[in-house]
T-cell receptor, first 115, second 111 residues
Framework: GAVVSQHPSWVICKSGTSVKIECRSLDFQATTMFWYRQFPKQSLMLMATSNEGSKATYEQGVEKDKFLINHASLTLSTLTVTSAHPEDSSFYIC???????????FGPGTRLTVL | AQRVTQPEKLLSVFKGAPVELKCNYSYSGSPELFWYVQYSRQRLQLLLRHISRESIKGFTADLNKGETSFHLKKPFAQEEDSAMYYCALSTGGTSYGKLTFGQGTILTVHP
């Protein structure tokens, strides 16, 4: 149980286009989902916290107009990278939390390459 | 703000040797500490959490509030333990559930 999926696993896009990444909790309802960014050989950096039915809260330094997050249901959150540029190329990871206990289940990640 | 420090980026040991991955944190309140592991080409998964005080795959970690540490230990390393290990901290209040990760330690266990 407690499986989180991400789609797509890998995406290449042209500079200036927008890319949507989906995060789904497959067998549980996630009260909260988190979006992280991971640069090569570096740690995960929290970008934003997504709660179903409410606006996402973004960490300091993360542009909310650039990284649009929608949490439409208890099993789906989406991250849209708008007007992507090469510096947005990274590995994006989501996680989902059931609530109690305080445990996050991680997706496999999405590799974004912006040309 | 809270911070998690893993001083060793790389750690190599031989099979059967003891291993200790260091983790230090800074936070003024009472944190919840975790160790996550990421095996090659796999997703991040929880290894253990301090509040459960359990041993998973032979690994243990004790929260030392005096030294603000949560080091991960295993008495006899196995080759299958080779992976990236992240120490993470969760705080309470409005930030409940958010995780702050350390930089990670790549553990390599040689045969």
């Amino acid at each position: 149980g407690a499986v989180v999926s991400q789609h797509p696993s890998w995406v290449i896009c042209k500079s200036g286009t927008s890319v949507k990444i989906e995060c789904r909790s497959l067998d549980f309802q996630a009260t909260t989902m988190f979006w992280y960014r991971q640069f090569p050989k570096q740690s995960l950096m929290l970008m934003a916290t997504s709660n179903e039915g409410s606006k996402a809260t973004y960490e300091q330094g993360v542009e909310k107009d650039k990284f649009l997050i929608n949490h439409a249901s208890l099993t789906l959150s989406t991250l849209t990278v708008t007007s992507a540029h090469p510096e947005d190329s990274s590995f994006y990871i989501c996680s989902a939390r059931q609530g109690v206990p305080n445990e996050q289940f991680f997706g496999p990640g999405t590799r974004l390459t912006v040309l | 703000a809270q911070r998690v420090t893993q001083p060793e980026k790389l750690l190599s040991v031989f099979k059967g040797a003891p291993v200790e991955l260091k983790c230090n944190y800074s936070y003024s309140g009472s944190p919840e500490l975790f160790w996550y592991v990421q095996y090659s080409r796999q997703r991040l998964q929880l290894l253990l959490r301090h509040i459960s005080r359990e041993s998973i795959k032979g690994f243990t970690a004790d929260l030392n509030k005096g030294e603000t540490s949560f080091h991960l230990k295993k008495p006899f390393a196995q080759e299958e333990d080779s992976a990236m290990y992240y120490c993470a901290l969760s705080t309470g209040g409005t930030s409940y559930g958010k995780l702050t990760f350390g930089q990670g330690t790549i553990l390599t266990v040689h045969p």
